[in-house]
């Protein structure tokens, strides 16, 4: 007899509205569908190699995607609110975790989206415009997706192998976030600027710059009794206390 069971699945709004994806990609929608967490995706928190990895939860992420879109194209923001969704249909809206000593919980539901200013973005263009203050050189840069944090780390492992002192994180970063500098877009003039001619407080500037324009979701809280907000933690304890 055939299996007329059809598993559930919802759609997930993403903070970017698709906008820095090219409109051919269904990213472009500006949504997603995923289905809800059966005993398989219990069985990838679970994987040792996995967690070794510290790839477990966009293994996870990956297995509940019913939409045909490739995951690695996901800005991190976007992938932020995929992953928040991914805990909802899995184990509910109800997050309780230790912060301060005390225990805490949060509606998992009651997490919006960051205000987007549509303005910045050229539709369809995952590119950006931005003069560095100080000085005053022209730049453009683009918002990482999962396969540039991927490069990075690659990067920055062989770093380290290298010379295992290495701190290259943040100006490697620079390198993939940069796309061009003053029009000019050659990968090793950017990466030589980045190196030589990059100002501290320039990077810092653009780095501001960044977190105020990126699509995300708000991943803080305010703990009872406080006026100051805090980030949510999230890891493999998000999605299954137990482990």
Do not use: C
Request: no cysteine; glycine share 6%; charged share 30%.
């Amino acid at each position: 007899m055939e299996n007329q069971f059809k598993m559930p699945t919802e759609i997930v709004e993403l903070p970017s509205q698709g906008l820095v994806y090219s409109e051919s990609s269904p990213l472009s929608s500006g949504k997603i569908e995923m289905k809800y967490m059966t005993a398989r995706e219990e069985d990838i928190l679970t994987n040792q190699n996995y967690i070794s990895k510290g790839t477990v939860l966009d293994e996870l992420v990956k297995s509940l995607i019913v939409s045909d879109v490739d995951y690695g194209d996901l800005i991190v923001g976007d992938k932020n609110a995929v992953l928040v969704a991914a805990r909802i249909l899995g184990y509910g809206k109800d997050y309780t975790f230790t912060w301060g000593g005390e225990t805490q919980e949060v509606d998992l539901t009651t997490i919006e989206n960051k205000p987007l200013d549509t303005k910045v973005f050229k539709k369809g263009q995952n590119d950006f415009n931005f003069t560095l203050p100080h000085s005053g050189i022209p730049i453009t840069f683009k918002l990482l997706t999962g396969k540039d944090e991927k490069k990075i780390n690659a990067e920055l492992e062989g770093l380290k192998k290298i010379n295992k002192n290495s701190s290259a994180d943040l100006s490697t970063r620079m390198k993939y976030i940069i796309t061009s500098v003053g029009g000019n877009r050659e990968m090793k003039d950017i990466r030589e600027f980045v190196d030589n001619q990059l100002l501290a407080r320039d990077s810092r500037a653009l780095r501001e710059y960044i977190k105020e324009v990126q699509p995300d979701v708000d991943l803080t809280f305010f703990p009872e009794g406080s006026d100051l907000k805090v980030a949510i933690p999230v890891g493999l304890s998000f999605f299954w206390p137990d482990i």
